[in-house]
């Protein structure tokens, strides 16, 4: 076995064949996701004419809904006892949505297309997440959820590059939307692929855990902890405008994207891997931190070299707690009711996110520009603080 061998093999071990499908999906998705989203609020202000308001109605919406299914199919896939049913309806709709955008004359279909969009990701989030903690090891959770991160963000590097280029070809907009359907439908052949799920786990005898079991006092309290960073997490929109307000061009504020999802991607794996060998709460905190230092040189007015640093920084956060809170909510809840687990988490700091997003808009405009990001760094500041000192995970089970 030579070297690169050897690398490969110790970058899998542990890890099962539905870990890299679910790696490979989630990569051709997020291809085809990231090369809309910078287009279709062009699309939407430009051709359609649709005022902000109409922007900020349907990405609220769309957001506001996958947050809310993904705690009910989580509940719904450990009832079920069966993920992979929920993992493929929730990609199928997800693609057959792009296409609807090519036929949008007004923005009311533009609206259906993207709920329907975020109602596949609602969908499959919570029970694939249990699906790739299923197919792993439990000493390789992190690296798991790391290396599908890292895929999943390196479709969102390649997807906003093909934007650039098919809007640099004057592609048309409701071509590019029928374009963006081909790596989502290829991420959908791809899940024929998955293995069959293994047999659920049973409960020992005389247990009273079951689908409807208390989730443990660990959970709950590491979803309070982040929830509190949640409500300073709002969407990064704001860092894109603050981008734009240094004074960089378009394509420049879409380089500074591209820059973050690269260090994302890289860094996800390494990060994933190190929360198995050290410690998920100190990589979870070391994000955190991170973050605040992040939104507090963004709240300075930094120049414009600053702001790739930043977005940088900013990938490096990402890495360190994404994958990393998955993992750990893997580790303290139990598989029968690991769905609903998954699904608690997703859905509130999804809530938590979309009420930052409000409260930093209001901050943008009433108070200065620079209010949303210390607003976001001192919630992040007090997260990181009570993780450190309010927070003792202990497994719920080993499986």
């Given at each position: 076995?030579?070297?690169?061998q050897?690398?490969?093999a110790?970058?899998?071990?542990?890890?099962?064949?539905?870990?890299?499908?679910?790696?490979?999906v989630?990569?051709f998705?997020?291809?085809?996701?990231?090369?809309?989203?910078?287009?279709?609020?062009?699309?939407?202000?430009t051709?359609?004419?649709?005022p902000m308001?109409?922007?900020?109605?349907?990405?609220?919406?769309?957001e506001?809904?996958?947050?809310l299914?993904?705690?009910?199919?989580?509940?719904?896939?450990?009832?079920?006892k069966?993920?992979?049913?929920?993992?493929?309806?929730g990609?199928?709709?997800?693609?057959?949505?792009?296409?609807?955008?090519?036929?949008?004359?007004?923005?009311?279909l533009v609206?259906?297309s993207?709920l329907l969009?975020?109602?596949g990701?609602g969908?499959?989030?919570s029970?694939?997440?249990?699906?790739?903690?299923a197919?792993?090891d439990?000493?390789?959770?992190?690296?798991a959820?790391?290396?599908?991160?890292?895929?999943?963000?390196?479709?969102?590097?390649i997807?906003?590059?093909?934007?650039i280029?098919?809007?640099?070809?004057?592609?048309?907009?409701?071509?590019?939307?029928?374009?963006a359907f081909?790596?989502a439908?290829?991420?959908?052949?791809t899940?024929?692929?998955?293995?069959?799920?293994?047999?659920p786990?049973?409960?020992?005898?005389?247990?009273?855990?079951?689908?409807?079991?208390?989730?443990?006092?660990?959970?709950?309290?590491?979803v309070?902890?982040?929830g509190?960073f949640a409500l300073?997490?709002s969407?990064?929109?704001?860092?894109l405008?603050?981008?734009?307000?240094?004074?960089?061009?378009?394509?420049g504020?879409?380089?500074?994207?591209?820059?973050?999802n690269?260090?994302f991607?890289?860094?996800?794996?390494?990060a994933?891997?190190?929360?198995d060998k050290?410690?998920?709460?100190?990589?979870?905190?070391g994000?955190?931190?991170?973050?605040?230092?992040?939104y507090?040189?963004?709240?300075?007015?930094?120049?414009?070299?600053?702001i790739?640093?930043?977005f940088?920084?900013?990938?490096?956060?990402?890495?360190?707690?994404?994958?990393?809170?998955?993992?750990l909510?893997?580790?303290v809840?139990?598989?029968?009711?690991r769905?609903?687990?998954?699904?608690?988490?997703n859905?509130?700091?999804?809530?938590l996110?979309f009420?930052?997003?409000?409260?930093a808009?209001?901050?943008?405009?009433?108070?200065?520009?620079?209010?949303?990001?210390?607003?976001?760094?001192?919630?992040a500041?007090?997260?990181?603080?009570?993780?450190?000192?309010l927070?003792r995970?202990?497994?719920?089970?080993t499986?």
């Amino acid at each position: 076995m030579n070297v690169k061998q050897s690398r490969r093999a110790r970058l899998l071990e542990g890890l099962g064949r539905n870990v890299l499908i679910l790696g490979v999906v989630s990569l051709f998705t997020d291809v085809s996701s990231e090369m809309l989203y910078p287009i279709v609020p062009l699309f939407l202000t430009t051709v359609l004419h649709a005022p902000m308001t109409v922007v900020g109605l349907i990405e609220g919406a769309a957001e506001c809904t996958a947050s809310l299914l993904k705690i009910v199919s989580g509940w719904w896939s450990d009832r079920a006892k069966r993920r992979q049913p929920f993992v493929v309806w929730g990609y199928g709709i997800s693609a057959f949505s792009k296409p609807l955008l090519a036929l949008a004359s007004t923005w009311h279909l533009v609206l259906v297309s993207r709920l329907l969009d975020r109602v596949g990701k609602g969908i499959r989030t919570s029970p694939r997440d249990v699906m790739i903690a299923a197919s792993c090891d439990p000493s390789a959770r992190g690296k798991a959820f790391g290396l599908h991160r890292a895929m999943d963000t390196t479709g969102a590097v390649i997807g906003p590059l093909l934007a650039i280029g098919l809007l640099a070809w004057k592609v048309k907009y409701q071509w590019i939307f029928i374009f963006a359907f081909v790596p989502a439908a290829a991420g959908v052949i791809t899940l024929a692929f998955l293995q069959r799920e293994s047999a659920p786990a049973t409960p020992a005898a005389g247990s009273r855990r079951n689908s409807h079991a208390p989730f443990s006092r660990e959970l709950i309290r590491f979803v309070a902890i982040y929830g509190v960073f949640a409500l300073g997490n709002s969407s990064d929109v704001f860092l894109l405008l603050k981008a734009k307000q240094t004074g960089l061009s378009a394509i420049g504020v879409l380089q500074t994207y591209v820059l973050y999802n690269i260090v994302f991607a890289l860094a996800a794996t390494p990060a994933g891997w190190l929360s198995d060998k050290i410690s998920r709460r100190a990589l979870m905190i070391g994000g955190l931190l991170t973050f605040a230092a992040v939104y507090a040189g963004f709240a300075f007015a930094p120049g414009r070299l600053a702001i790739f640093g930043l977005f940088a920084l900013y990938g490096l956060y990402g890495a360190a707690t994404d994958g990393v809170a998955k993992a750990l909510v893997t580790d303290v809840s139990r598989p029968e009711n690991r769905g609903t687990a998954m699904g608690l988490m997703n859905t509130a700091t999804g809530m938590l996110a979309f009420v930052a997003s409000l409260v930093a808009g209001l901050l943008w405009s009433h108070v200065s520009p620079a209010a949303p990001f210390l607003y976001g760094a001192a919630c992040a500041v007090v997260s990181a603080v009570l993780l450190l000192f309010l927070y003792r995970p202990r497994p719920a089970v080993t499986a």
